[in-house]
C-alpha cells in the first residue's frame, strides 16, 4: 500500500465566483509535481493571474514562480501555526494576538509597523518566532495590494479548508483505492458538487470590488500592447 496525496487549486474568476479548477493525485509535493499540475491548469486554458495563495512549501513556491510569475501570498493561519510552534502553549494568546494585528491594519504601511513591533517584543524571548514573522514579511503581507473587500478572503486558504476536509473525511469511508483514478473520480464528483453549490450561491468576491482589478488589468494589458508597436 502506497499513501499519496490529493492536490486542489480553486480559483476565483473575474466575476467574482468561485471555482475548482484542477486536482490531481501524487505521491510526493516535490517541485516538478507542483510544476507539472500547475502547467497542466495553463494547458487547460489558465490566464490572468493575479494572486497565488498556499502555505510555505518550497516546492510550491518555486514552481508557481515559476509557471506562472504571479505574486504569492503566504497562509497567515499556516504561518501563524508555525510561529506558534515555536512557543510554548501558554505564550500562544499573546503571541497569536501579535500575528494577528499585523493581519488586521488598515494598510500595508500600518501592517509593516505593526509586524516591526512584533518582531521587537519577540526577538528576546521568542527569537525563532520571531525570525519567522521577519522573514515571511513580504510573503504574508502580500494581500495588502489588492481591494480592502478581498483582505479577509485572500490572505489564507482556510476558504478551501471545508472542501479538503470533506474530501478527507469521503477518501477516509473507502479506505483504499486501487488505482489513482479511482480516487481522482471521486474527489471530482465532489468538486463538481462544490462548484455546483458555488454557482447558485453568492459571489465570493462582489462585482463592485473586482472593478478596480479588472480596470487595472485592462489597463496593464493595453500599455503591454503600445509597448510592443513601440519600433527598435
Same mark, same amino acid.
Given at each position: ?44 486554458? #489558465? ?6 495563495? =498556499?502555505? /510555505?512549501?518550497?516546492? +510550491?513556491?518555486?514552481?508557481?514562480? &515559476? *509557471?506562472? %510569475? ?37 494598510? #500595508? ?6 509586524? =516591526?513591533? /512584533?518582531?521587537?517584543? +519577540?526577538?528576546?524571548?521568542?527569537? &525563532? *518566532?520571531? %525570525? ?101
Amino acid at each position: 500500500m502506497q499513501r499519496k496525496c490529493v492536490v486542489i487549486a480553486h480559483g476565483v474568476h473575474d466575476t467574482g465566483r468561485r471555482e475548482i479548477i484542477g486536482l490531481d493525485v501524487g505521491a510526493a509535493e516535490t517541485e516538478a509535481f507542483w510544476a507539472d499540475f500547475l502547467r497542466g491548469l495553463v494547458a487547460r486554458g #489558465l490566464v490572468g493571474v493575479q494572486l497565488v495563495i =498556499s502555505d /510555505a512549501h518550497e516546492g +510550491l513556491k518555486n514552481a508557481i514562480a &515559476k *509557471v506562472l %510569475g504571479a505574486p504569492w501570498q503566504r497562509c497567515t493561519v499556516h504561518c501563524l501555526r508555525e510561529g506558534l510552534g515555536h512557543a510554548r502553549r501558554e505564550q500562544h494568546g499573546r503571541r497569536a494576538w501579535l500575528v494577528r494585528a499585523i493581519c488586521n491594519a488598515e494598510n #500595508l504601511a500600518a501592517a509593516r509597523d505593526k509586524l =516591526s513591533e /512584533a518582531v521587537a517584543a +519577540l526577538e528576546s524571548k521568542l527569537p &525563532k *518566532v520571531a %525570525g519567522v514573522l521577519e522573514a515571511a514579511e513580504d510573503d504574508i503581507l502580500a494581500f495588502y495590494a489588492f481591494p480592502t473587500d478581498h483582505w479577509r478572503k485572500i490572505r489564507s486558504t482556510n476558504p478551501l479548508e471545508r472542501f479538503n476536509r470533506e474530501i478527507g473525511r469521503r477518501t477516509d469511508v473507502v479506505g483504499i483505492f486501487p488505482d489513482d483514478q479511482s480516487l481522482i473520480r471521486l474527489a471530482s464528483m465532489l468538486a463538481i458538487e462544490q462548484n455546483d453549490e458555488w454557482l447558485v450561491g453568492r459571489r465570493y468576491l462582489s462585482a463592485a470590488s473586482m472593478g478596480p482589478l479588472l480596470e487595472e488589468r485592462t489597463h496593464r494589458h493595453n500599455d503591454e500592447e503600445v509597448l510592443e508597436l513601440q519600433p527598435a
